[in-house]
């Protein structure tokens, strides 16, 4: 499975941005998909995931309540709606597959997209 994410850039502190993850060559919807992040310094940091039925989600608490996850498997893609931005929130934004959301949290990712880049000012 290939991944390809987008949809990331420059944006003021208090806005959105939406990320798409699309993904190709394989069976998409086998797999849950998660989002991490990683600021300039910093390790890479679950952001949020989704069930391959898209039952199941999950947030850091850094995130939760302004962001949303959600995935089209007829489209091969997930997205994740990013509002009230803030300056922390800046970070090469990567989209991976895991078995379940919980595994991919931990660490067990099969395949990472290139990562996109989102900037917050203040």
């Known amino acids: 499975v290939q991944l390809q994410a987008s949809g990331g850039g420059l944006v003021q502190a208090g806005g959105s941005l939406r990320l798409s993850c699309a993904a190709s060559g394989g069976t998409f919807r086998n797999y849950a998909i998660n989002w991490f992040r990683q600021a300039p310094g910093k390790g890479r940091e679950f952001v949020t995931g989704i069930s391959w039925r898209g039952g199941t989600t999950m947030y850091a608490d850094s995130v939760k309540g302004r962001f949303t996850i959600s995935r089209d498997n007829a489209k091969n893609t997930v997205y994740l709606q990013m509002n009230s931005l803030k300056p922390e929130d800046t970070a090469v934004y990567y989209c991976?597959?895991?078995?379940?959301?919980?595994?991919?949290?931990?660490?067990?990712?099969?395949?990472w997209g290139q990562g996109t880049l989102v900037t917050v000012s203040s």
């Open positions: 991976s597959t895991s078995p379940t959301v919980l595994a991919g949290r931990r660490g067990e990712n099969y395949h």
